[in-house]
């Protein structure tokens, strides 16, 4: 899933400690029923739970901690703790938040960061504790070429999912002229340049755009791309940005299609937008649609939490019990289980993981779907895009 520009709340924000107890009893003993010496220990989610792109960490943290409490079910005692690190999806605040996380000794691992800009400012505090990452979603292509051993990437990188968006833009939509703009993100930025890449000479126009909570008034990129006749326009960034550029693009009687990647791919666009402007907005996800998980997953995820699985809340949840098996497996230190994740071949409900050397997804893993908007303001799956 990449960087938010999210507005920080309050300088460093903490931890949003554990929810359950731990599996030993009074005496410190530890309880058998519940997997003996394996438990005790605890696993992270690290990332926005406040900030103005909440939304997606949200969904991935919900994923996450359902996988934990049906683990901590199936063992008959609250065996592994869920530990939530809130970020605020913010670069500026991610290192001091990372520093609160790997001073606790019991983490052996840790789904996120969810973006890009907050995985280049805290995964190096992660590397030197040694504590292995698995993001659901942070897809800026560098990540995985800074030399972290403990970097771990469950979705395919934006060299699979730009290329994947420009096809579908050139081939599906069959536009000749598209406005590329982005929030100036390590994500945003990251993901327009290789749309802009590969669509060539079909790019009509280009802007830049301040992060999402930052601006409100977006009339100058508006007006640029009524100017250079584009039908589509791409845009690199997040859904509260997006939904008010959809906004004021219809306000001002542009008839286009607005596109994006993942970081839109959120109702919230919608609510910024309004319901009947989102209509027909396309977002590009490396990512299956949610509602095609496999087993019950659909089903216990509503009946935990009230709502359906969002983007990467399946993802996120594999990536968790990836964690969980591995602990079964006796991976019970943090270097432990960074050697057990280079050795995986795990089957889970939204996908097939295996990683690289350099911690990518093994590329017969990899898919890139398109969504659209509807008129209830949520995003459909249209067709999975081609990637090679």
Not at 171 to 188: C, L, P, R
Not at 320 to 347: C, F, Q, R
């Amino acid at each position: 899933m990449r960087q938010v520009l999210a507005r920080a709340i309050g300088g460093l924000a903490v931890i949003g400690l554990v929810a359950g107890a731990a599996a030993c009893n009074s005496s410190g003993t530890t309880d058998s029923k519940a997997g003996g010496g394996n438990c005790g220990y605890e696993l992270a989610f690290f990332g926005a739970l406040t900030g103005s792109a909440a939304n997606l960490g949200v969904n991935i943290e919900q994923g996450f901690e359902l996988a934990i409490q049906q683990y901590n079910t199936k063992k008959g005692s609250e065996c592994i703790k869920v530990a939530k690190f809130d970020s605020q999806g913010e670069p500026a605040v991610a290192p001091g938040v990372a520093r609160n996380l790997v001073a606790n000794k019991k983490i052996l691992g840790i789904v996120g960061p969810p973006f890009s800009g907050e995985s280049e400012a805290a995964d190096p505090i992660f590397e030197e504790a040694g504590i292995p990452t698995i993001t659901p979603s942070a897809t800026r292509t560098s990540l995985s070429s800074k030399g972290w051993k403990t970097f771990h990437r469950a979705v395919a990188n934006d060299d699979a999912q730009g290329p994947a968006a420009a096809s579908y833009i050139a081939d599906t939509m069959k536009a000749e002229k598209v406005f590329v703009a982005h929030d100036q993100s390590a994500y945003g930025a990251g993901l327009a340049d290789v749309v802009k890449a590969k669509l060539g000479a079909k790019v009509a126009g280009e802007d830049k755009t301040e992060g999402d909570g930052k601006q409100t008034d977006f009339s100058a990129v508006v007006q640029k791309v009524i100017a250079s006749k584009a039908t589509v326009m791409f845009y690199g960034g997040y859904y509260t940005n997006g939904g008010l550029i959809r906004k004021q693009l219809t306000a001002n009687g542009w008839k286009g299609t607005l596109v994006g990647g993942d970081g839109m791919k959120d109702p919230g666009l919608a609510k910024a937008a309004g319901n009947k402007e989102a209509v027909g907005t396309v977002t590009t996800c490396p990512c299956s649609p949610p509602e095609k998980a496999g087993g019950t997953f659909v089903a216990d995820y509503k009946a935990k939490w009230n709502v359906d699985a969002g983007t990467y809340s399946d993802v996120a949840y594999d990536a968790a019990n990836i964690y969980l098996a591995g602990i079964d497996a006796g991976n019970t230190t943090p270097e432990k289980m960074n050697t057990y994740l280079s050795t995986i071949n795990y089957t889970g409900i939204a996908n097939t993981y295996k990683f690289t050397a350099t911690g990518e997804l093994d590329p017969a893993s990899i898919k890139v779907w398109a969504f659209k908007f509807d008129e209830a303001g949520n995003t459909v799956a249209d067709q999975e895009i081609k990637t090679a």
